[in-house]
């Protein structure tokens, strides 16, 4: 099935009913290994068509994975019938008309080779040094995906993603250290740079000292920071904030921040390729009516005022919003112009946070949120990293994170530890110095 | 196409019959249509029916000791070899890899099961208008002012046949109606109703008691909206079904999962503080706790006849009288532990997903001896607080603190609610916790909660899981004020 088809067969069959299709294909590779064994192998190639059918505001959605013309034929009329028996979407808007976008190419998986050359380095490093226990995670995938609808909108774009996470433990599972990075093109000197980077990590664990729970200032990584930023995504609903059902209700258009902070979303960003239109939105709002719809770079806090919030085209209309964003195809902190290594030379006392975990909402007043820290707690002393600390369960609101950033890095290419496993959450931020962190209780957990 | 069990049957069938098997040392195929219908309303305003058929097949092979596994949704012989040998290229020429298998009885079975109404022979606008007729009866008080709904509704089929002989057809049904409603003034209070995800049919969904429910939520949401906020300290805590299923679910269900404990999850999902030596040994909570796993509970989200590697499920201990007693296995875990056998706890959340050592049901067995009701608890318990309902939850790595909060607090004096309070979240250790149960209540109290998505693996999976539990009483727990602590 191929797009031009799929708009055929929708063509003869879409009876009295404005319609968008999404055609999505991917292939992957996915390799998993665990105390310097391989546990999993994986390949696979999955599509499928999702199709909504539109009847005077009324809407259905049907979507499968059997791309025969006999089984799409009976996804738009399962998708038809749906749409004959729901009730008119108050919130109907007009579809997109005549936009185009095509920056896919023909880039294929070349499953085989890069298996082989990653199953070989990984054999390499688990007979290196049998003191460690290597584990991880590597997935390389090339998703195509393509949208058309009733009113001429065609926009096709090519995803190609390559993650690579890394945790090495010692015998005894006392010491634990984790890193990741992600690309756009297959890359094994990513792996091989978090091999080496995670020896040198382990290092500092090799001094462990306990700490109370407590508020401290801590540096948090732009792994953690990222894991924070993505959750409080999920608070940026412009109707729930009007309905006073979101911790930003009353906060649009305010300065809630210092004024360096700048957060934003731009799915051109040259670090990351990013879906540069609307497919589907993470954070809950429901854009049934906007799919397809452009994304650029938006400003979500510039200068320290909150500029814009998740929302539709219908609801921007009806509240007469100006710079709201469709979603959030990425995160972008702007840091400052240091690098890592110079900005930790000037923390005199602060306690660094590698990753974030188990992170859920505890209030929806506030914003709170729970979770854990874990695989790298950090004494920073005097600009160096002295010891590692016991991990902690923090109850911290990423609102309240924001406004207590008082110094930050360069921003980096991260993957969040909790979020990074979909290709929609890429983050960029700096290393940043957050006061007054509530590090909650002790964790024992390694 | 409907999914033809027969065909898939004779394309499987003619790989494992085929010459290509003598490259492999173990072979299996999983057949599997996932249909899912959600349907989304906000207030009145119906947002969004989805419809999802997602149907395709998996071939894992097993060569020296390593697993090879690919998918496709292209259902034919020819794909299925495609997909065998790429299986196969993933790990030919591999050194030699961990995996082993136990040896498993070979079934030839079909199993349905049984509802009595099948949640996709319901008109979708019969869906629609009960579900609105609902949201009308909540939004006709003043003090909800939103309710979002939603229903989802699950039927899957698999069809496995394994290299050993195995050849088994299945199909389940679920159902999930979820409503939640908000107060905003003077501030945000939300409230869920009491509905939970079950495998069962339509008919859950329909014989609701929601005429009872309904105003007793209404009530329940103003007055969560006046309560006190909690001050912290340490509680006697007596805790429904409704709210200590998430804590077993975390506490007990995940780190009793035996891949977990060998470090199979050490990378993404954690692994855990149990271990295989604790087995009849580890004191895991009070004599008072009795845990078993069980893939045949009724209406249970994770019951099934057999697993997806082919072997019949069971009900065994987890924990007895406070000890651990065993851990949860798949065919390979149990190898590598040097148990005979599987105890049927293998589940892939689609046809593309890689099987997983996955959690049967997990429940808190009721007190056998006495029957003790909800006022027989708060007599026993005398002064603490009374709570309800989920909310937010989250566990380390290793399953050792965790934080839980709830949907409704009442503070209990002198064996008698005396009324709500809020901005409450307890936090413990899994065993300080478990060991601090001093009662368990009769099996009247007994309830069978669960979830839909319970998360796990790389990729990522999701699995539906119930458990069960009486009321039951912990003492001495911190509890913390969630305002206090941002």
Not at chain 1, 116 to 140: A, V, W
Not at chain 2, 98 to 108: A, G, N, P
């Amino acid at each position: 099935m191929n797009i031009e088809k799929l708009k055929k067969i929708l063509e003869d069959n879409k009876k009295d009913a404005q319609y968008y299709a999404i055609l999505y294909d991917n292939s992957e590779y996915n390799i998993r290994f665990s105390d310097s064994k391989i546990i999993s192998n994986r390949v696979s190639s999955n599509s499928f068509v999702e199709i909504t059918s539109i009847l005077d505001k009324k809407v259905g959605v049907s979507s499968t994975t059997d791309l025969s013309e006999e089984s799409v034929i009976k996804c738009i009329k399962k998708s038809y019938s749906i749409a004959l028996e729901a009730e008119e979407n108050e919130e109907y808007t007009p579809l997109i008309e005549d936009e185009k976008y095509d920056d896919s190419t023909e880039n294929s998986l070349n499953f085989e080779k890069e298996v082989s050359e990653i199953e070989d380095y990984l054999h390499l490093i688990f007979n290196k040094d049998k003191r460690i226990k290597i584990f991880g995670y590597i997935t390389g995938e090339i998703s195509n995906i393509s949208i058309i609808n009733s009113v001429n909108l065609l926009k096709r774009t090519t995803i190609p993603r390559f993650s690579y996470s890394m945790n090495i433990k010692n015998d005894k599972l006392t010491r634990s250290v984790w890193r990741s990075d992600i690309s756009s093109v297959s890359n094994i000197d990513l792996l091989k740079n978090i091999y080496t980077q995670l020896l040198k990590d382990y290092k500092y664990t090799s001094i462990k000292k306990d700490l109370d729970p407590g508020r401290y200032k801590v540096v948090l990584s732009p792994s953690a920071l990222g894991d924070l930023l993505m959750y409080m995504s999920f608070f940026l609903l412009a109707k729930d904030a009007d309905e006073k059902r979101s911790p930003f209700k009353d906060l649009l258009g305010k300065k809630v921040f210092p004024e360096y902070i700048n957060l934003y979303t731009d799915p051109f960003i040259k670090d990351i390729k990013s879906i540069p239109f609307l497919i589907f939105d993470t954070s809950g709002v429901n854009p049934i009516f906007d799919i397809g719809q452009s994304l650029s770079k938006q400003n979500i806090i510039e200068n320290g005022v909150v500029k814009g919030l998740i929302s539709t085209r219908y609801y921007d209309q009806k509240m007469k919003y100006k710079n709201n964003l469709p979603t959030v195809s990425n995160l972008i902190l702007e840091g400052s112009d240091k690098e890592y290594l110079d900005f930790i030379k000037d923390i005199d006392n602060a306690i660094y946070i590698n990753n974030l975990w188990y992170i859920r909402s505890v209030d929806p007043i506030t914003g709170l949120l729970t979770g854990l820290t874990r695989d790298g707690v950090y004494k920073i002393e005097k600009g160096r990293f002295v010891y590692s600390i016991n991990n902690f369960r923090f109850n911290q609101s990423p609102i309240k994170v924001l406004e207590n950033i008082t110094s930050f890095s360069k921003s980096y290419l991260s993957t969040p530890r909790e979020f990074g496993d979909s290709f929609l959450s890429s983050v960029i931020c700096p290393y940043c110095v957050v006061e007054d962190f509530n590090l909650s209780s002790v964790s024992e957990a390694i | 196409m409907p999914f033809d069990k027969f065909t898939y049957r004779n394309y499987a069938k003619s790989l494992l019959e085929s010459s290509n098997l003598k490259k492999i040392d173990f072979c299996e195929i999983r057949f599997q249509e996932d249909l899912i219908e959600n349907i989304y309303f906000k207030n009145l305003n119906l947002e969004n029916i989805y419809n999802l058929e997602s149907k395709g097949f998996s071939v894992r092979v097993l060569l020296n000791g390593n697993w090879g596994f690919s998918s496709s949704n292209i259902i034919t012989k020819v794909s299925i070899l495609e997909a065998f040998s790429k299986a196969v290229n993933m790990v030919v020429g591999l050194p030699k890899g961990r995996v082993t298998l136990t040896t498993e009885d070979i079934y030839k079975d079909e199993d349905i099961q049984s509802v009595i109404i099948n949640p996709f022979d319901t008109p979708i606008s019969e869906k629609i208008q009960y579900i609105k007729s609902i949201q009308n009866d909540l939004l006709k008080y003043k003090n909800i002012d939103f309710s979002d709904a939603s229903l989802v509704q699950v039927f899957e089929k698999k069809l496995y046949l394994n290299s050993s002989g195995s050849d088994i057809y299945q199909e389940r049904t679920r159902i999930y109606p979820h409503f939640m409603l908000y107060k905003t003034i003077p501030e945000l209070t939300t409230l869920k109703l009491n509905t939970r995800p079950v495998g069962e049919g339509y008919e859950y969904f329909k014989n609701y008691p929601f005429q009872e429910e309904i105003p007793k939520a209404a009530e329940n949401i103003y007055e969560k909206s006046k309560a006190k906020s909690v001050k912290e300290g340490k509680y006697n805590l007596l805790i429904d079904p409704s709210n200590l299923w998430l804590t077993i679910h975390e506490s007990i269900g995940h780190s009793t999962e035996m891949d977990r404990v060998l470090l199979y999850e050490a990378n993404y999902a954690g692994s855990s503080f149990a271990t295989v030596s604790g087995m009849g040994d580890l004191v895991y909570g009070s004599d008072k706790v009795n845990i078993v796993g069980d893939r045949n509970q009724k209406n249970g989200l994770a019951s099934i006849k057999y697993d997806d590697e082919g072997v019949k499920t069971t009900q065994f201990d987890i924990i007895k009288n406070g000890v651990l007693e065993n851990l949860q296995t798949n065919r390979e875990i149990a190898s590598i532990s040097g148990m005979n056998h599987s105890n049927g706890c293998s589940f892939a959340d689609s046809y593309s997903s890689f099987p997983l050592q996955r959690m049967p049901n997990v429940s808190l067995l009721p007190n056998e001896s006495k029957d003790l009701k909800l006022g027989d608890m708060l007599n026993i318990m005398n002064d603490g607080i009374y709570i309800l309902g989920d909310g937010s939850w989250s566990i380390d790595m290793q399953r050792y603190n965790f934080q839980f909060t709830g949907n409704i607090f009442y503070e209990v004096k002198s064996g008698k609610i005396i009324g709500m309070i809020k901005d409450l979240a307890y936090q413990s250790n899994t065993q300080d916790f478990w060991k601090s149960c001093i009662e368990i209540g009769g099996k009247s109290t007994y309830s069978l909660e669960g979830a839909f998505n319970c998360g796990k693996g790389q990729p990522s999976q999701v699995a539906p899981v119930s458990h069960g539990a009486p009321i039951s009483l912990f003492e001495n727990i911190k509890v913390l004020n969630t305002k206090n602590e941002n």
